[in-house]
């Protein structure tokens, strides 16, 4: 049996569960997720079809690039989803979580974008662009 992971949004409008495996997560810093964030995004992936969405109604997707786009909530604004156009793959933040997930962070991507008013100090991979292999949950 697979483990079962669930998460929300802040005003609770959007759930989600995942049944399978977690990708470990990648701490972007692009300049996207920066301004989407405030700071960072860190996020699990899974595939397309290990997740459930309720509240799907709730969720703006927002098209900051052509090549992907990025859910959050309507409502409360929570960034829960980031979404390649062309992979069955599903970023998740893992900040959204309700449940323990057994993933941590394990590189830093788009390192060269990041602001300059906090360091990256956990002696974990850093790249300036993409990560150089693309992992798969
Ligand atoms: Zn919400
Ligand atoms: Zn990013």
Redesign the pocket.
Known sequence: MAEIHAGSCNCGQVTFSIKGNLRDIMA?H?S??RKQSGLY?AATEAKDADLIINGAEHITWYSASEAAKRGFCKTCGSTLFWKHNELDRTSILAGAFDTPINVKITEHI?CKDRSRFYDISDGLPQYDGPPPILKTP
């Open positions: 972007c692009c996207q997720c995004f788009f």
